[in-house]
């Protein structure tokens, strides 16, 4: 099971990202797939997971962050508006086939993970 992550990049403060992270391997389409991040001397922390349609959202980034799955692909998305500074981090999309939907938030539920994708805002 491989996970790609891909899309980061610099963008100043209220601008918009769209990150993909691709699942290969296995056929993900039950699987709760979650995007995490992990800003510079902090511990990762949960954004939003996505399992057959809708999404869980950290609260710092609802309203601001959407998260959607393509099937047929075997990818999900990321969509960041409205980004700020505090969105600073590496991005890691994380995916499992037996999550409760009470553990999509926690990251030590997830069994695959990707190599991450750099995100940097600037004031």
């Known amino acids: 099971v491989q996970l790609q992550a891909s899309g980061g990049g610099l963008v100043q403060a209220g601008g918009s990202l769209r990150l993909s992270c691709a699942a290969s391997g296995r056929t993900f389409s039950r699987y709760v797939m979650g995007w995490f991040r992990q800003a510079p001397e902090k511990e990762r922390e949960f954004v939003a997971a996505i399992k057959w349609s809708g999404g869980r959202y950290a609260d710092s980034v609802k309203g601001r962050f959407t998260i959607a799955r393509d099937g047929g692909k075997n990818k999900i998305y990321l969509q960041m508006n409205s980004l700020k500074p505090e969105d600073t981090a590496v991005y890691y999309c994380?995916?499992?086939?037996?999550?409760?939907?009470?553990?999509?938030?926690?990251?030590?539920?997830?069994?695959?993970w990707g190599q991450g994708t750099l995100v940097t805002v600037s004031s």
């Open positions: 994380a995916a499992d086939e037996s999550i409760i939907m009470s553990s999509m938030a926690v990251g030590s539920a997830y069994s695959y």
